[in-house]
């Protein structure tokens, strides 16, 4: 899992509540579980003009121009800043992945759906809760100044607006942890190899007949 200590980069704004896991990526789409792959049908019923089928070149699709992620001032956006209920639905881990794969590295919202929000640190995605204000104040930034950057600081858990003003947000410390040393659930049983190879080894001596 890719670490997260420090991360600056274009926002873009998606300016819509209760965006649910299906509109994140639709699920005729759910047909692996390579976690790659999915950034081209981020948003697909959004960004596209046209239903997409599984496997279709989405180069070769007509886009819906008026979405946000279709606008040249965003192409290269690496954070996305949305509104109250974020990733609710369907428990579907594919929504973290699409994220990640179309290259969002942090979701900035008022609130997010618990599942959602529990899958994004198991995939290295942060998701920032910030205040309606403070979200509000951040639209406004965003649709103002084209190119708008913020920089998202895990270790001091703090959003750093390009005029230098500070917006705290607080994380589970084992979350946050698990985020700046990028290590997910395998990665941290991984840390436990030796013990789990001794466990092993004496389990075999002391019953063989289960390993016959």
Request: proline share 5%; charged share 25%.
């Amino acid at each position: 899992m890719k670490a997260f200590t420090v991360h600056q980069g274009i926002v873009a704004p998606l300016d819509r509540v209760n965006v649910d896991t299906d509109m994140i990526i639709p699920k005729q789409f759910l047909k692996s579980i390579k976690r790659t792959g999915f950034g081209p049908n981020l948003f697909d019923e959004l960004r596209y003009l046209d239903e997409g089928q599984p496997g279709q070149d989405c180069s070769q699709r007509p886009l819906n121009e008026a979405f946000v992620l279709n606008q040249p001032r965003y192409h290269e956006t690496s954070v996305l800043l949305a509104r109250q209920n974020f990733g609710c639905g369907s428990s579907r881990e594919h929504a973290p992945w699409a994220l990640d794969d179309f290259g969002i590295r942090c979701v900035i919202a008022p609130s997010f759906a618990e599942i959602f929000y529990n899958n994004c640190f198991k995939n290295g995605l942060l998701p920032v809760v910030l205040s309606e204000q403070q979200v509000d104040q951040l639209f406004t930034l965003v649709a103002n100044n084209e190119g708008y950057q913020l920089t998202i600081d895990l270790k001091r858990q703090v959003v750093v607006l390009e005029d230098g003003q500070e917006m705290s947000f607080t994380v589970d410390e084992f979350r946050r942890d698990c985020l700046l040393r990028g290590l997910d659930d395998i990665g941290l049983t991984l840390q436990e190899s030796d013990a789990i190879k001794a466990f092993e080894q004496k389990h075999n001596e002391s019953q063989p007949w289960l390993f016959a």
